[in-house]
């Protein structure tokens, strides 16, 4: 069975000033999605690297620093582009070289997803106008102001728009990610892969005490 | 008020494989400590920084790497630190330069605090011996080898005995890292944290589903 199992990519863009528990909760959520390969190793479902301006160290909004493994141009095929929030989306709101890549790069996923103010990033590339979706709660009326023309959802732990996934704060990215995995690869492994976190996974997207 | 804010030091160990949860959970956790400082920053209540062999990009087991700020011999000081687990745990239990390098950090620390198999890293020092303490459930068997003289301690989502701390599998690092700032600065700022990170906070040390 294991030789058999579909391998897909997920590539997460890191920018400076991104917050780090939006990229490294899917990371885990992902990684988790995994089967004993019986030689001490496992087989795992999701391949993930990083992407950003240069392959280089990318400081975070809380301080350590992430590499970048490669830039947006040499970036290798990838099934799931994800977009953290953070304090540097303010920044990279304004910044159009950085949104025509990350454009150019949902362009090429199956499924982009958001977390934080990940979601007002990718308004702002136009590619939510008219779509369902949410965002942090804490910089609401802000996130409002990058997407006029987003249908978007305060009371919402996170909005599966088929090919664009977006969540609320922070945590609230472990939670759609593991939604993802379970519409993807099947509930079982989701389930799995919570479990291996020790995470209580919140199920309910309409579940958000936060809004 | 601002002024008067008194700003500990985190300082989190990176090995070859360690979990990105179980470092990453706390990092958001402490970096969510914050105050407004009138001036459209904040002011925070922890400095963090990495500390590793040497300053470089360490892998993670999840795939991307993060860089250590300094090597264990030009860390600056700090009030608390952090070890992570991880599938490197497996190396690090029997690297005695890595093991005395701990142990050394641990001395300097007021909190020595463990995610997951880092307990099984701390156990292999020594300074757990007689101690209560907790670890991962997916690896428990392998962590009790490591520390036969620990009072080791299955339910439990973590375990607070002072200068050390040591909590479950990965995502349960979150709720130990909030505890820990509710006792080192008041409850009040880790609610305000864990709200920040939109987080589900797990406040009970006893309610461990994982067990």
Not at 55 to 83: Q, R
Request: charged share 20%; with cysteine.
């Amino acid at each position: 069975m294991a030789d058999e199992i579909q391998v897909q990519s997920v590539a997460h863009v890191v920018f400076e000033g991104f917050t780090t528990l939006d990229m490294y909760g899917p990371v885990q959520a992902f990684a988790s999605c995994r089967v004993p390969d019986g030689d001490g190793g496992w087989h795992r479902f999701f391949n993930q690297f990083t992407i950003g301006d240069s392959p280089a160290a990318v400081k975070s909004g809380e301080g350590p620093s992430t590499m970048a493994d490669y830039s947006f141009e040499d970036a290798p095929d990838f099934d799931i582009l994800l977009i953290p929030g953070g304090f540097g989306t303010r920044a990279a709101v304004s910044n159009d070289a950085l949104l025509a890549k990350i454009a150019a790069m949902s362009a090429k996923a199956d499924v982009t997803a958001t977390v934080c103010t990940g979601s007002a990033v990718l308004a702002r590339t136009g590619l939510l106008d008219g779509r369902p979706a949410t965002s942090n709660k804490v910089a609401w009326d802000w996130v409002l102001e990058q997407g006029p023309k987003v249908d978007w959802k305060r009371q919402a732990r996170w909005v599966d728009d088929g090919d664009i996934v977006t969540s609320s704060g922070v945590s609230a990215g472990i939670d759609m990610a593991l939604d993802l995995i379970a519409r993807l690869r099947g509930e079982e492994i989701a389930v799995n892969s919570a479990k291996f976190m020790e995470y209580i996974w919140n199920r309910d997207p309409a579940n958000d005490p936060f809004a």
